[in-house]
């Protein structure tokens, strides 16, 4: 995963729940470009047709509440979401997102800040957000997070390892 990732911000409000991410009727759906087609349709109709990838969500308080599912990871992430800036994210999403290596930042004021359908970019390695002339620093990630992160995700970084031990 790069470093730095750069898209156009969408923003999403508070208490949005993995059944409005991907609703329960596609829970059957195998393919991940599958899922990403219905990703946020309840909420937003027009949101696959105009998330890129790279895209950044811009979003409330506890993002990814409800189920534990990780098809709502999986959804975002066929959509084209590269990474969340969030002011607060349920427990369980925000490690299903760090195990699919989808990258979710915690700071309130860049969750504030972000303009909507402005670019932005986001520094895994110093944790910053910035868009246009603003800038704002997330809040730590642990060190293993970060190299699941880095490795594109949990699995990944597990062969990472076992080649590292193995060497």
């Not at 759906?29 to 219905?38: A, F, N, V």
């Not at 790279?54 to 992430?77: P, Q, T």
């Not at 989808?102 to 110093?126: K, Q, Y």
């Not at 970084?157 to 031990?165: C, D, M, T, Y």
């Amino acid at each position: 995963m790069s470093a730095l990732l750069t898209g156009r911000v969408h923003r999403f409000g508070d208490e949005v729940n993995t059944d409005v991410i991907l609703p329960g009727r596609y829970l059957a759906l195998r393919k991940p470009e599958e899922l990403g087609k219905h990703c946020l349709e309840g909420l937003d109709p027009g949101f696959v047709q105009r998330v890129r990838p790279g895209d950044i969500l811009a979003v409330g308080r506890n993002f990814g509440c409800g189920s534990s599912r990780e098809h709502a990871v999986i959804a975002l992430k066929a959509a084209g979401v590269g990474a969340i800036v969030a002011v607060s994210a349920a427990r369980i999403f925000f490690r299903n997102a760090v195990n699919l290596g989808l990258p979710v930042l915690l700071c309130a004021e860049a969750a504030a800040g972000l303009r909507e359908g402005e670019a932005a970019s986001i520094d895994l390695d110093a944790l910053s957000v910035t868009q246009g002339e603003a800038a704002w620093q997330a809040a730590p990630l642990g060190a293993e997070v970060r190299a699941i992160l880095a490795a594109g995700g949990l699995v990944p970084r597990v062969r990472q390892a076992l080649a590292e031990a193995a060497a």
